[in-house]
């Protein structure tokens, strides 16, 4: 039932945030900003606090039951958007600490850093759903 749940959520957010990524991908991959070493190292203070926040509210989800009625739905879609831009602020934190030390990783930092920016609006913000 819950995984039901998570493929239904999540399955477009996953789709376009990774064709979103391997396009910025390919599009710093020949910037100087992504071998900068001093650029990966603010991105990995960026991402390790978006990263801490979002576990925080993602943290949140434990005041909803799995047996919550239909109702609620609304805060079980919203708690999901929250895990998933903990996840990819926490996948972006790994990838950006690995970058400041490793130039080749850069533009995937980078990339990744423009989607987690869009995953964090994405769960807090969101799509506006009917009450």
Known sequence: MRIKFYARVLWVPVVVMLLVTLALHEATE????????????????????????????????????????GGNARMWRRSVRFQFAAAFALLAFVIATAAAHYTALGPWAVALNVTTTVTVLWALVGPMEPA
């Open 30 to 69: 020949r910037m100087s900003i992504s071998s900068d070493t001093t650029v990966m190292g603010l991105l990995s203070q960026f991402d390790g606090t978006a990263t801490t926040v979002f576990v925080a509210l993602a943290a949140l989800r434990t005041s909803v039951t799995p047996k919550t009625p």
